[in-house]
């Protein structure tokens, strides 16, 4: 038998919170965080890949610094629309930074990005030294 933890909730908070979270933090049909990564070893590198659709190459900011890579993006929207008696003017701003710690067998001065179809790609190729063969057999004494 599993034993749930019970929270006494308050419905009016859950629905303030749910017409934020939802419709305003939607505001621009956008909504910006932190885009998810995935990071991929192989024997001649890694591969680090940033889901970001809807940007283009030119918002992101990569830079490199004591083994730490950053990954970031500032984004701002303005929307303006006038009517006969009426002038609406809507802005949106938002970022996101995601660091790396890189390992010292990254070939720093090979590292490649690349932007395509909402992926951003980056390779992080190993130096000579590092790139082993990942498979071993293991005799039985």
């Known amino acids: 038998m599993t034993l749930i933890k019970w929270q006494h909730r308050n419905p ?3 629905m303030v919170n749910n017409l934020f979270d939802n419709d305003l933090g939607d505001f621009f049909g956008k909504r910006f965080s932190d885009p998810a990564a995935n ?3 192989n024997n001649e590198s890694f591969e680090l890949y940033i889901a970001a659709p809807g940007m283009i ?3 992101f900011k990569i830079n490199l610094e004591n ?6 993006s500032e984004m701002q929207d303005e929307k303006r629309e006038e009517g006969k008696n009426y002038t609406r003017k809507e ?3 938002g970022s996101f930074s995601r660091s790396f710690t890189l390992p010292k067998t990254i070939d720093l001065d090979k590292i490649k990005a690349d ?3 909402g992926i ?4 992080l190729p190993k130096k000579e030294e590092a790139k082993v063969d990942m498979r071993k057999e293991i005799t039985i004494s």
């Open 12 to 14: 009016i908070a859950d």
């Open 91 to 93: 802005f949106y701003y």
């Open 57 to 59: 190459k030119d918002d």
């Open 115 to 117: 932007y395509d179809n």
């Open 39 to 41: 990071i991929i070893e």
């Open 120 to 123: 951003l790609k980056i390779a």
């Open 67 to 72: 083994n730490i890579l950053t990954i970031s």
